[in-house]
């Protein structure tokens, strides 16, 4: 099967880690070709460091900006020609360390238009006050899918991947392209799926469930923002070296020396126990809850 991958890569340091350069690699296992896509200003030094396709531009439309380049890129270079399967990946995870052909293989025979690695079940919208309210909105998460030649040709897809431009934050990214983009090719009739099925009644289980979907399913990643601590007021990654071999754990812990959050956090302790504690007051209107965050909030040693 022929198949074309576009990868999205950022990084603060405007380098390319080794954990992306494995996934490349084991990307490549899949792919006939890859083409890496970064916003960032990359040296020639560090774009050597892939044999693949590669794009270094700077822009600030988040990782769909760069699926959109790439998606250009292949179009261009006539790559999509004999494609049976377009891949869009990340590099928000660490992996894959389990097999990602198995996965292919049994969705290969699946009835759909495209598919992907999770689906969450909850979605959100953005309420008058600017607050986020969670609704009940089923969608491929962006993360790593799949679309098959009936959507990478059509127009409705497109028209959709061209249209992709900056936006102020990221939850608008995500209701507008990673959302939109299920709303969009469902909406247009095509069928979507996903391989993972297990602990999919749990709200976004890569995260909520990370540790039980890496232990008991054959997925093979664990989100960068579990480990970085960036998820640290819904789950823990406590322990999280026990799941891996020692090699693995070497490539993640290099990359964890600069993005985990953990350092940041020492510094900032005040201010990271009021949001942990902020977010467990409940939320209700009783008096006593809205007293105690008031107190919080104005608390001397809490006061940003």
């Not at 297990?198 to 989100?223: A, C, G, H, Q």
């Not at 693995?248 to 940041?264: A, C, D, G, P, V």
């Amino acid at each position: 099967m022929n198949r074309v991958a576009i990868f999205a890569h950022y990084d603060k340091k405007n380098i390319i880690d080794d954990y992306v350069i494995f996934y490349i690699q084991e990307l490549k296992k899949i792919a006939n070709e890859v083409i890496f896509v970064s916003c960032c200003d990359l040296s020639k030094e560090e774009l050597d460091k892939l044999d693949c396709y590669k794009i270094a531009q700077k822009h600030e439309e988040y990782d769909f900006g760069s699926y959109k380049r790439g998606f250009d890129f292949a179009e261009k270079k006539k790559l999509l020609n004999n494609c049976d399967e377009l891949i869009f990946a990340n590099d928000s995870c660490y992996g894959p360390f389990k097999s990602l052909e198995k996965i292919f293989n049994q969705m290969s025979v699946k009835d759909c238009d495209f598919w992907g690695l999770t689906k969450n079940r909850i979605g959100f919208k953005m309420l008058k006050n600017g607050k986020v309210k969670d609704i009940y909105c089923p969608h491929i998460q962006s993360y790593f899918f799949v679309l098959r030649p009936q959507i990478f040709n059509s127009e409705v897809f497109k028209n959709f991947i061209n249209s992709i431009e900056y936006q102020k934050n990221k939850n608008d990214v995500i209701l507008k392209y990673e959302i939109g983009l299920t709303k969009t090719l469902e909406n247009a009739g095509f069928k979507s799926d996903f391989a993972i099925k297990d602990f999919y009644k749990s709200n976004n289980p890569i995260v909520f469930k990370w540790r039980k979907l890496y232990e008991k399913t054959d997925f093979p990643f664990v989100k960068c923002s579990v480990l970085r601590l960036k998820n640290y007021l819904h789950t823990t990654a406590e322990g999280w070296q026990d799941l891996f071999t020692q090699e693995q754990i070497e490539l993640i812990e290099k990359n964890l020396k600069y993005t985990s959050r953990l350092k940041s956090m020492r510094h900032n302790a005040p201010k990271v126990l009021k949001e942990f504690v902020m977010e467990i007051i409940p939320k209700g209107t009783s008096k006593r809850a809205a007293i105690m965050r008031k107190l919080l909030e104005f608390c001397p040693i809490f006061i940003d």
